[in-house]
């Protein structure tokens, strides 16, 4: 069974008008009853349409549509790790928003950042997601289920980390994958209004400890 092109066209539209009427809105449909077979057609259907995030779980759909404010801080957050890898000599594999999904546990998801730390894995170590507008699926769950390590949340300028422990998530104040990060220093940077001279500025601290 796959999506009626009509109705996939539908979809897009839906996207497309609200990212068109305001770039500083964010705009989340969920849609329920969606086979894996419908969800790959979509994935399929939409390609590498920039601007568009998609999850899936267990028959259920949401594609969001992202802000202005989200492609900003997730462009950031990454420009800053990549730094701090590259000073500290720590080899990595940036793997953007890859789609990650398994067709047994029926979920499926695209990171706004994620990473291979050391050596290229079929998943990555570290994922990404910021919140700028709540709704959709629980990303939470379908982590869970691909088994990635570490997932992070940027939200209202609060970084809050989950390490993956025994099959479930916990939240910790210290990054497992990067314990020598200093993650008050990173949010401090990921609040500068400049993001030039934030990169620049955590460049020199990191550089000189």
Known sequence: MVLAIDQLEYLKTMIDFSKSKNHESEQIFVI???????YEDLL???G???GVKIQYGEENLAIMSPSRRHEIDKKIIGILLECYFLAKKIRFYPLGSTTFKNQGLKKGIEP??????HTQKELPDLAIEVIVTSGGLNSLEIYQGLGVQEVWFWQKGI????VLQD???REITKSLLLPDLDLELLVNYLK?????????EFQAKITDT
């Not at 970084?159 to 989950?162: A, D, K, R, S, V």
């Not at 500068?192 to 620049?200: E, I, M, N, S, T």
């Open 32 to 38: 329920n009853n969606v086979t894996w077979y419908e």
């Open 48 to 50: 590498d349409t920039a």
């Open 159 to 162: 970084l809050q980390i989950f």
């Open 44 to 46: 399929n259907y939409l």
């Open 192 to 200: 500068y209004d400049d993001p030039f001279d934030a990169v620049l």
């Open 112 to 117: 706004d950042q994620c990473y291979c730390l």
């Open 167 to 169: 099959g479930s998530y």
